[in-house]
Antibody, heavy 123, light 109 residues
Framework: QVTLRESGPALVKPTQTLTLTCTFS??????????VSWVRQPPGKALEWLAL???????YYSTSLKTRLTISKDTSKNQVVLTMTNMDPVDTATYYC???????????????WGQGTLVTVSS | SYVLTQPPSVSVAPGQTARITCGGN??????VHWYQQKPGQAPVLVVY???DRPSGIPERFSGSNSGNTATLTISRVEAGDEADYYC????????????FGGGTKLTVL
């Protein structure tokens, strides 16, 4: 079965760089059509899509965070890594990774999610 | 980037039908996906491609999409359906393709 799990620091200081790892099983990111996205959710607020990497190593980013985000994959380890630079208290959120797959007309949806990891930004 | 608009809250009595809308410019030309999120839990996909249900999702959950509005319909609402619901599209023509609506809190009275 498909599973995803996020890992990384629970607490980071302002201006530091956050590195999160998504370790998954049950599928391969080398399979055509497979993608992994990162989504975050500040406490009490809505979901926010951050980034996606696909089987062909194409990458897409949130325009508002593009300068701060980098997504990469290690297919042999079944891992996707997200880095976010210059962290600020407003970046405090639960960060989720999720598998993203294409639908009937190629539009992507998130069919399996990790449990999320809460990252707090505070000095 | 593309904007999706949801009502902040919807209330319904048990056994009745809940309808949660998701508005967007010509959203009928896109595929709309819906997620249910209960407190402290990760989101769960309940409808994809406007009206398809993943395995394990009850038939009470259905979706439609036309014009500028997509709708998630929950029939015979149960107390366990109380949750936040989010719509999502993939706007492939945009440089910010992943878009979520602001979420709707469904309250079962």
């Amino acid at each position: 079965q498909v599973t995803l799990r996020e890992s990384g620091p629970a607490l980071v200081k302002p201006t530091q760089t956050l590195t999160l790892t998504c370790t998954f099983s049950g599928f391969s990111l080398s399979t055509s059509g497979m993608c992994v996205s990162w989504v975050r959710q500040p406490p009490g607020k809505a979901l926010e899509w951050l980034a996606l990497i696909d089987w062909d190593d194409d990458k897409y980013y949130s325009t508002s965070l593009k300068t701060r985000l980098t997504i990469s994959k290690d297919t042999s380890k079944n891992q996707v890594v997200l880095t976010m630079t210059n962290m600020d208290p407003v970046d405090t959120a639960t960060y989720y990774c999720a598998r993203m797959v294409p639908g009937r007309i190629g539009d992507y949806h998130l069919d399996y999610w990790g449990q999320g990891t809460l990252v707090t930004v505070s000095s | 980037s593309y904007v999706l608009t949801q009502p902040p809250s919807v209330s319904v009595a048990p056994g009745q039908t809940a309808r949660i809308t998701c508005g967007g410019n010509n959203i009928g030309s896109k595929s709309v996906h819906w997620y249910q999120q209960k407190p402290g839990q990760a989101p769960v996909l309940v409808v994809y491609d406007d009206s398809d249900r993943p395995s394990g999702i009850p038939e009470r959950f259905s979706g439609s999409n036309s014009g500028n509005t997509a709708t998630l319909t929950i029939s015979r609402v149960e107390a366990g359906d109380e949750a936040d619901y989010y719509c999502q599209v993939w706007d492939s023509s945009s440089d910010h393709p992943g878009v979520f609506g602001g979420g709707t809190k469904l309250t079962v009275l």
